[in-house]
């Protein structure tokens, strides 16, 4: 079947878009399965493949060995460290805007040093060193409220490493907005505040948020390492059940899979939002 | 005019008037000082009664320094690997021919929404089950199959960063310069190497670096597929039971990393300068002619 082209606009009908997408997802999924089980026979002469024990363990990834880790962990983690990650990464980007230029400097120690260590080495530093100078113990009482200390130490260091990132991602959006925008705000009436909110935020914003996108989803890829900290996630967990079962290859392609399960879906949403927020946007759409 | 066209930006930092290395360093000490005492009193404040031995963990410096020239390689050789396949992996995403475009695609996007330490274990203990690589001599050196696994795994992971990256440089000029270079009978490599890169160049420098500088940070988690690099030396020597001084050894290892990090970035920052300066100068030229 054919689909009729309507010449007379400019883009070809719907019909014929959809038409065409699909044949171009099946053409590149019959290569990429094409050259995976190319591989995959070359490699299946030296290691013996057995996926249906493998794929039978795929409830121990989902909420881990003790039942309170693997995926849905990785999910709490990356949930609370984003919020954490997002607020700190506000503060810091204020502070590097302030007019007081030892905030400037503090803020600016804060994300060098932070963004020019590798995360690894700063979760090790915070677990092993900093916990160890703070609090030892399996818990850790904040002011009354005993959190587990893994979790703790974990998700605050990835807090405060993202946050360094983050702020940055801030402070060049809210610079990005011209000065001249801010006085003429301020020349009509509005405080310093009003000005922010009125009138630099919402622009700032539309800059922000791809970045902050791009940033989170490291997020997420960066909560992996905190498996050396022995949190039971999703990387331990197949680590774990490595350790087990000799089933390496198939589970550590499982644990890939279910990253890019929660790590694509963030990917596509913000393309979206990219798309929806671009300038000009809004009139293209209708 | 010449002085009004030198950027701000192509000066060092540390050489720009008004900031005297003195000045600058006087008030990042002074910052230092009052964070450092701001996170020494919440410790106080939590309850913290740590002594340190700084002058033990130092003498173990030699055991970091190996450890150091494990990461130097490792990094230097997943850069080569990374910037190679991922000229392959633009071209490839260039390429007039659909499928090749899509293929590249789905490699660009699996591998940048993989946390690269699924990359490493998957590499080393998946597909080093399936491939057994035997360690081998090379100029002297003996290459263990964790370190050749963890080059390739970095330079595969890094690519597909690298590989967008060129992408948008050479897509950021505008397809007009090569139209005008081929109507000046220009075939395409000329076009490529005379008029598209030079300026396409610019543009990918700033984000090549970062990544580079990434490498370099990602290379640490090499330690868990037992690549001896500057990681792993902090981790065998941090042994609370044997030596209770672990809070020195992570202090010493981030400082090492910042020792190698801090110089690549100032360095970029310098050459990104230095290249908005010239530019800056021929287009001066080009409007006085």
Redesign the interface.
């Known amino acids: 079947m054919t689909p009729e082209l309507d010449l007379g606009t400019l883009r070809p009908p719907r019909e014929y878009r959809v038409f065409k997408l699909v044949l171009r997802v099946l053409v590149v999924a019959l290569m990429v399965m094409g050259l995976l089980s190319l591989m995959y026979w070359e490699l299946s002469q030296s290691y013996p493949f057995r996926w249906r024990p493998a794929l039978q363990r795929l409830d121990e990834f989902y909420h881990g060995l003790q039942g309170d880790g693997g995926f849905l962990l990785t999910l709490k983690i990356s949930g609370v460290a984003m919020i954490l990650g997002t607020i700190l990464g506000l503060l810091v980007a204020l502070a590097r805007l302030a007019p007081l230029a030892l905030l400037r400097d503090m803020g600016t120690l804060y994300v060098h040093s932070l963004r020019n260590i590798p995360f690894l080495v700063f979760i090790l530093f915070m677990y092993f060193g900093v916990a160890e100078v703070v609090q030892k113990g399996a818990s850790v009482n904040l002011f009354g409220w005993v959190i587990e200390g893994r979790f703790f130490w974990g998700v605050l260091a990835l807090s405060l490493f993202e946050a360094s990132f983050i702020s940055e991602i801030f402070r060049a959006g809210i610079q990005s907005i011209h000065p001249t925008q801010m006085e003429s705000a301020r020349s009509l009436g509005m405080n310093y505040f009003q000005a922010m909110r009125y009138v630099i935020l919402p622009q700032a914003f539309r800059v922000i948020i791809p970045p902050l996108t791009g940033e989170l989803i490291a997020l997420v890829k960066e909560s992996a390492l905190l498996m050396v900290i022995s949190l039971p996630e999703l990387t331990l967990t197949a680590k774990q059940l490595g350790s087990q079962t000799p089933l390496q290859f198939e589970f550590y392609t499982i644990l890939a899979a279910y990253y890019l399960a929660i790590t694509l879906p963030l990917a596509g949403l913000s393309y979206l939002l990219e798309r929806k927020l671009k300038i000009g946007a809004r009139e293209e759409l209708t | 005019m010449f002085w009004r066209l030198v950027n701000r930006a192509s000066i060092p930092p540390w050489q720009r008037a008004g900031r005297s290395a003195l000045w600058l360093g006087l ?2 000490i ?3 000082a ?2 450092f005492g701001a996170i020494a009193l919440i ?1 106080r404040g ?3 009664t ?1 002594t340190f031995h700084w002058s033990e963990a130092l003498r173990f410096l030699p055991r970091f320094n190996e450890g150091l020239w494990v990461t130097l390689e490792l990094s230097v050789l997943g850069a080569l690997l990374a910037i190679l396949l991922g000229i392959v992996v633009a071209l490839a995403r260039l390429s007039p021919w ?2 090749v475009r ?2 590249a ?2 490699y660009v ?2 591998f ?8 490493a ?2 590499f080393f ?3 080093g ?4 690589l035997r360690p081998f001599e090379l100029l002297g050196q003996i290459f263990m199959p964790q370190f050749i696994w963890g080059v390739l795994a970095l330079g595969v992971y890094e690519a597909s960063y690298l590989g967008e990256t060129f992408r948008a440089g050479i897509q950021s000029i505008h397809k007009e310069q090569v139209e005008a270079a081929r109507s000046l009978g220009m075939h395409y490599f000329q076009v490529m190497r005379y008029v598209v890169l030079p300026q396409a160049f610019r543009v990918i420098l700033p984000p090549m670096t970062s990544t580079l ?1 990434a490498l ?6 090499l ?2 597929i037992q690549v001896p690099e500057l ?1 792993n030396a ?2 065998q020597l ?1 042994i ?1 039971t044997r030596r209770p001084y ?2 020195e ?3 010493i ?2 400082g090492y ?2 020792a190698i ?2 110089p690549l ?1 100032l360095l970029s920052q310098w050459l990104e300068g230095r290249l908005e300066a010239s530019r800056a100068l021929r287009e001066a030229a080009h409007h006085d002619a």
């Open positions: 008030r990042f002074l910052a230092g009052v964070l410790f939590l309850g913290s740590y659909g499928p899509d293929l695609g789905v996007h699996t940048r929404n993989l946390p690269f330490l699924v990359v274990l998957l203990f998946g597909l089950q399936a491939i057994r500088i370099v940070k990602e290379s640490s988690l330690y868990l990681t902090a981790r941090a609370p672990v809070f050894f992570y202090t290892l981030a990393y910042l990090v801090v970035s």
